[in-house]
């Protein structure tokens, strides 16, 4: 019913910068909260920063100051802009969006995952 395109992760030497980007598409009737999720091997995945409808963003306490996200809502797209990366960030990114239907279902979808490798 909803697909979510991810894209943008990659190789970046620490102090580097990356912009994530996450599409939704399919039966979609309205998106409520959008956010980015990040796994590291052999950790639990975590929320990385959410945005909700109205547009007031969250962050972890880990990377407030360096990351932002944003999302456009003609597009129904959210992105994650990285600055300052570190090699502590280094994971799988994945997005994470709520939607509501057009049968009026709400669906918590997932992306497909996006490594993210910050190392000189």
């Known amino acids: 019913q909803v697909q979510l395109v991810e894209s943008g992760g990659g190789l970046v030497q620490p102090g580097g910068s990356l912009r994530l980007s996450c599409a939704a598409s399919?039966?979609?009737?309205?998106?409520?909260?959008m956010g980015w999720y990040r796994q590291a091997p052999g950790k639990e995945r975590e929320l990385v920063a959410v945005?909700?409808?109205?547009?007031?963003?969250g962050y972890a306490d880990s990377v407030k100051g360096r990351f932002t996200i944003s999302r456009d809502n003609a597009k129904n797209t959210v992105y994650l802009q990285m600055n300052n990366l570190k090699p502590e960030d280094t994971a799988v990114y994945y997005c994470?969006?709520?939607?509501?239907?057009?049968?009026?279902?709400?669906?918590?979808?997932w992306g497909q995952g996006t490594q993210v490798t910050v190392s000189s």
């Open positions: 945005i909700k409808s109205g547009g007031r963003p």
């Open positions: 994470n969006v709520a939607v509501t239907t057009e049968r009026l279902v709400i669906v918590d979808s």
């Open positions: 399919g039966s979609i009737f309205s998106i409520n909260a």
